[in-house]
């Protein structure tokens, strides 16, 4: 078993869910301890600064060995999963020699995948891949990053005739919550650019995601018994309703794609008192963003005029931008990992991330942070996996961006 698999069992094992519920810094003392074991595990194969901050992210160095000045490249990934799907006692298990056919991951319960359900599993005809057993998430996103990091950097420490620049390591809790790099500390990183080792298949080259903001509508009804509400009554679940119907049905996630904005409607509760909505906004385009923004508004605005002044509350908070604006200026550290993807016969798939990454975050805090590809698919799900080649290769790439860095 190669080292990179080896790490990477071992750390699904670990629940590391984040909790946007908490108001802490990690969010759950289960990332901490996950990051401490990291912190340990980096200081054992010879990186002597490993260590955890007061705020749960892991920082370590690995010193250049060159006798010039050449670029500090940092790698980060993130330590924590979804909270949406069973994160507990991951079962992963490894499908041999792939052959085509449907995949059964716990025949008791009758889980299974299949080509006609996911046709991409036909690219891994004749591989090993790592699946779930179908009751749990996998956590390849984004423990794949930190194994593939790891198992590269000791690469480094076992061959010091290779010629290396400074390489900083990061790994970040929080990401799935998008709290992932409140508390980073740029300066003490030290890189001059980065990458996130938080991306899917074999040649992504990520550096374009969304304009993200959450919104909260909060709807003030009126109350009356149902015998003599006439004129009365103000149903805050009807109005909520009632908010989300103005919202156009061909811009939710299920009808877009590629650059297509949206809004995804996350949580709707409430009685006839009192309710609320949840939205996330996304769009890659700045205008269309802030459009998307005042077109929540203007709902509440005109709702207010039909139910009275403060039945709507329209509250938005921005998360994050498209990194491209601060990636455009910098183009040749994406060039960098294209031309190291090419040298290992990788094909570069340059493709809108229809998300946001720590690196998305890191580059508006002047860290320019694109994202490369882990390997794995259908990522917070119980069918996620991951084929064991494409982590061999996120390794490989890893080993030939230092390369071209040096030269």
Do not use: W
């Amino acid at each position: 078993m190669s080292k990179v698999v080896e790490r990477f069992l071992n750390y699904v094992r670990v629940d590391t869910a984040s909790d946007a519920n908490s108001p802490s810094q990690p969010s759950t003392y289960r990332q901490v301890e996950f990051g401490t074991a990291l912190a340990a595990e980096m200081r054992a194969i010879g990186l002597t600064d490993a260590h955890i901050d007061e705020h749960g992210y892991v920082y370590a160095t690995l010193p250049g060995n060159v006798d010039r000045a050449v670029p500090t490249i940092g790698f980060i990934a993130h330590m924590d999963v979804v909270a949406d799907v069973p994160s507990a006692n991951v079962k992963p298990q490894i499908v041999l020699n792939y052959d085509g056919g449907e995949i059964v991951l716990h025949a008791e319960l009758g889980h299974k995948m299949t080509p006609q359900d996911y046709p991409e599993l036909l690219n891994y005809i004749g591989q090993d891949i790592i699946t779930t057993d179908g009751t749990t998430l996998l956590g390849a996103d984004n423990k794949a990053g930190i194994a593939e990091i790891l198992t590269a950097v000791e690469h480094l420490l076992m061959h010091p005739e290779i010629k290396r620049g400074p390489i900083r390591i990061a790994f970040t809790p929080d990401e799935e919550i998008a709290r992932g790099t409140i508390k980073f500390d740029v300066a003490k990183f030290g890189a001059d650019f980065a990458y996130t080792l938080d991306g899917g298949e074999v040649g992504g080259i990520e550096f374009e995601t969304f304009n993200a903001a959450s919104a909260k509508i909060a709807i003030k009804g009126r109350n009356i018994h149902p015998g003599a509400a006439k004129n009365k009554m103000k149903n805050a679940l009807l109005m909520a309703m009632e908010f989300n119907a103005m919202l156009p049905a061909a811009e939710r996630p299920g009808h877009t794609e590629n650059y297509e904005g949206f809004f995804h409607l996350t949580e709707l509760r409430g009685s006839p008192e009192q309710a609320e909505l949840k939205y996330i906004v996304r769009d890659h385009s700045r205008p269309l963003f802030e459009a998307r923004k005042a077109r929540l508004q203007a709902i509440g605005e005109y709702l207010n005029g039909v139910y009275g002044e403060g039945s709507f509350t329209v509250a938005l908070v921005d998360s994050y931008y498209n990194m491209e604006e601060k990636i455009r200026p910098v183009l040749h550290i994406v060039e960098l990992a294209k031309s190291a993807m090419r040298e290992l016969d990788i094909v570069p798939v340059t493709s809108p991330v229809r998300g946001g990454t720590d690196g998305a975050r890191l580059s508006f805090m002047e860290l320019p942070c694109p994202n490369v590809f882990t390997g794995g698919h259908n990522y917070h799900g119980t069918h996620e996996y991951i084929p064991i080649p494409s982590m061999e290769k996120a390794v490989q790439v890893i080993l030939k961006i230092n390369e071209l860095n040096c030269r």
